[in-house]
Nanobody, 122 residues
Framework: VQLQASGGGLVQAGGSLRLSCAAS????????MAWFRQAPGKEREFVAA????????SYADFVRGRFTISRDNAKNTLYLQMNSLKPEDTAVYYC????????????????WGQGTLVTVSS
């Protein structure tokens, strides 16, 4: 599976962005997908995950209520709607996929996109 993330950019605090992650390759197989992020000087951290059907989702506490993960399997695309953005949300956002466990652990994801930079100004 190849993943291509897009949609990052510069936004003011309180604003919104929608990230997309297009999947190609073995898209006929069922896989879970997730968003992670990495801020400068910090470790990569889990943001949100969605199961193959999208019926099951999981969020990090610091984004719950502000971010929404969704997927359109007909388009092989994962989304992350980010509202009420804060300067501390500034990071490179990565999408990831696995065909195993529904998890928030980055080591259990097999496929990764290249990342898209989100910068939130105060």
């Amino acid at each position: 599976v190849q993943l291509q993330a897009s949609g990052g950019g510069l936004v003011q605090a309180g604003g919104s962005l929608r990230l997309s992650c297009a999947a190609s390759g073995r898209t006929s197989e069922a896989y879970n997908m997730a968003w992670f992020r990495q801020a400068p000087g910090k470790e990569r951290e889990f943001v949100a995950a969605a199961s193959w059907s999208g019926a099951r989702t999981s969020y990090a506490d610091f984004v719950r209520g502000r971010f929404t993960i969704s997927r359109d399997n007909a388009k092989n695309t994962l989304y992350l709607q980010m509202n009420s953005l804060k300067p501390e949300d500034t990071a490179v956002y990565y999408c990831a996929a696995n065909m195993g466990y529904f998890t928030d652990r980055s080591r259990q994801y097999d496929y990764w996109g290249q990342g898209t930079l989100v910068t939130v100004s105060s």
